[in-house]
């Protein structure tokens, strides 16, 4: 370069906006995969109506594997139960609200969404199992108020305000169906509707720390 001839500034580089961050999955209240969650929900829900077909044809039989408290030789059952229920009409009250709850469930991915519900269905049936008055509990209530209940308190957990907005509609559309956490109707399991709801705020609890940490140990380099 000719250090006497005239001096050309360089090209300066093109300013490029920041991508605008995307919504933490722990504070979202839409899936962020919608049609995937549709999918894995019905998918589930249609299980449920397999199984009780199955239940149909073989004159009710199924119905006496539900979790059956303190027996030992039954405590396998926990891991079916929310699958059995005892007629259509069974079914068809928790499926209607099964398919609602749960899919506004997945909002933060279906990874998550089997874990909580892991959570809510072993909570629902070590409770019912220890605690519960003898009998075959059966049915996926305990999954319905686990549902309901994640989503009314996780928006608390994450500090999230749009969880916080959703919960008032969710509560004002399903809140009257908390008193079933209390004893009432003979030959409802109340107590697999309780010990779902104390799963929901476990559930809640657990990934709103979970994000907390995440977020608390994550380095730039």
Same mark, same amino acid.
């Given at each position: 370069?000719?250090?006497?001839?005239?001096?050309?500034?360089?090209?300066?580089?093109?300013?490029?906006?920041?991508?605008?961050?995307?919504?933490? +999955?722990?504070?979202?209240?839409?899936?962020?995969?919608?049609?995937?969650?549709?999918?894995?929900? @019905? &998918?589930?829900?249609?299980?449920?109506?397999?199984?009780?077909?199955?239940?149909?044809?073989?004159?009710?039989?199924?119905?006496?594997?539900?979790?059956?408290? *303190?027996?030992?030789? =039954?405590?396998?059952?926990?891991?079916?139960?929310? @699958?059995?229920?005892?007629? %259509?009409?069974? +079914?068809? &009250?928790?499926?209607?609200?099964?398919?609602?709850?749960?899919?506004?469930?997945?909002?933060?991915?279906?990874?998550?969404?089997? =874990?909580?519900?892991?959570?809510?269905? @072993?909570?629902?049936? +070590?409770?019912? %199992?220890?605690?519960?008055?003898?009998?075959?509990?059966?049915? !996926?209530?305990?999954?319905? /108020?686990? /549902?309901?209940?994640?989503?009314?308190? *996780?928006?608390?957990?994450? *500090?999230?305000?749009? =969880?916080?907005?959703?919960?008032?509609?969710?509560?004002?559309?399903?809140? !009257?169906?908390?008193?079933?956490?209390?004893?009432? =109707?003979?030959?409802?399991? %109340?107590?697999?509707? @309780?010990?779902?709801?104390?799963?929901?705020?476990?559930?809640? %609890?657990?990934? !709103? *720390?979970? !994000?907390?940490?995440?977020?608390?140990?994550?380095?730039?380099?």
């Amino acid at each position: 370069m000719d250090p006497t001839g005239p001096f050309t500034p360089p090209t300066p580089e093109p300013v490029v906006a920041a991508p605008k961050p995307a919504k933490p +999955l722990a504070k979202r209240v839409v899936p962020p995969r919608p049609v995937l969650s549709a999918v894995v929900v @019905l &998918g589930f829900v249609g299980l449920l109506y397999v199984v009780e077909a199955i239940d149909t044809v073989l004159g009710g039989r199924l119905d006496d594997d539900g979790v059956i408290p *303190r027996d030992f030789s =039954q405590w396998d059952n926990i891991l079916w139960f929310p @699958l059995l229920h005892g007629d %259509w009409t069974h +079914l068809t &009250g928790n499926a209607v609200p099964l398919l609602v709850l749960s899919y506004l469930a997945t909002s933060a991915g279906i990874k998550q969404f089997l =874990q909580v519900t892991a959570v809510i269905w @072993l909570t629902s049936g +070590l409770g019912v %199992w220890i605690f519960g008055s003898y009998g075959s509990h059966i049915g !996926a209530s305990g999954l319905v /108020f686990g /549902f309901l209940v994640i989503l009314l308190v *996780r928006g608390i957990f994450a *500090r999230s305000p749009l =969880q916080i907005a959703l919960a008032v509609v969710v509560f004002a559309i399903y809140g !009257a169906a908390l008193w079933g956490v209390l004893p009432g =109707q003979p030959g409802i399991s %109340w107590e697999g509707h @309780l010990f779902g709801a104390l799963g929901g705020v476990l559930a809640a %609890w657990g990934v !709103a *720390r979970d !994000a907390r940490k995440s977020a608390g140990t994550t380095l730039d380099a």
